[in-house]
């Protein structure tokens, strides 16, 4: 796989558990991967699956219990509005929110996890705000800003780092 190839959902879920870690496998979250791998440029889609693996990393390494398949939705499709082309008069985190909570409602996930998600995805650039938001918004921007700003990267270890860029054939 060369670095414009996008991966599959069953190696994300075999990278999870090189990792130890348990990634949600529920048809819903299988449906936001194939929604953002769909949507997305492969550079932008693998950015999804390392946010989501370095997230769940961080979680497991901060000793957090975050609601995974809440985090693994939010993160997946953090970056549909930007996928999209994002709105004249909306940010892209708000068009990305929107279309997440949509999702989540339409996969019977409940008002009140679909108003996470949409808040975890709106805030995931504003991070000094989405960290007092609750454990399941914290989770999510982490993982995202490790693999965008590198924030926590340093708290990977190099085999958690090596896996997940070699799964999305992408590294840092």
């Given at each position: 796989m060369n670095g414009s190839e996008k991966p599959d959902f069953s190696a994300a879920l075999a990278v999870g558990r090189a990792l130890n870690l348990t990634l949600p496998d529920s048809q819903t979250v299988?449906?936001?991967?194939?929604?953002a791998q769909t949507e997305s440029s492969p550079w932008l889609f693998n950015h999804v699956v390392r946010s989501w693996l370095y997230g769940a990393k961080l979680a497991q390494n901060r000793n957090l219990t975050p609601d995974?398949?809440?985090?693994?939705v939010?993160?997946?499709?953090h970056d549909l509005g930007l996928a999209r082309?994002?709105?004249p008069d909306r940010r892209f985190e708000v068009v990305g929110a929107d279309a997440a909570r949509t999702f989540a409602l339409a996969h019977a996930m409940g008002e009140r996890r679909a108003e996470t998600i949409w808040d975890a995805i709106a805030l995931h650039t504003t991070g000094s705000i989405g960290q007092f938001k609750?454990?399941?918004?914290?989770?999510?921007?982490s993982g995202i800003g490790c693999d965008y700003g590198g924030f926590g990267y340093q708290?990977?270890?190099?085999?958690?780092?090596?896996?997940?860029?070699?799964?999305?054939?992408v590294s840092r």
């Amino acid at each position: 796989m060369n670095g414009s190839e996008k991966p599959d959902f069953s190696a994300a879920l075999a990278v999870g558990r090189a990792l130890n870690l348990t990634l949600p496998d529920s048809q819903t979250v299988r449906d936001a991967y194939a929604q953002a791998q769909t949507e997305s440029s492969p550079w932008l889609f693998n950015h999804v699956v390392r946010s989501w693996l370095y997230g769940a990393k961080l979680a497991q390494n901060r000793n957090l219990t975050p609601d995974a398949e809440l985090v693994a939705v939010a993160v997946l499709l953090h970056d549909l509005g930007l996928a999209r082309g994002g709105a004249p008069d909306r940010r892209f985190e708000v068009v990305g929110a929107d279309a997440a909570r949509t999702f989540a409602l339409a996969h019977a996930m409940g008002e009140r996890r679909a108003e996470t998600i949409w808040d975890a995805i709106a805030l995931h650039t504003t991070g000094s705000i989405g960290q007092f938001k609750g454990v399941d918004v914290a989770c999510t921007g982490s993982g995202i800003g490790c693999d965008y700003g590198g924030f926590g990267y340093q708290d990977l270890t190099e085999a958690t780092r090596k896996s997940s860029c070699q799964h999305t054939r992408v590294s840092r």
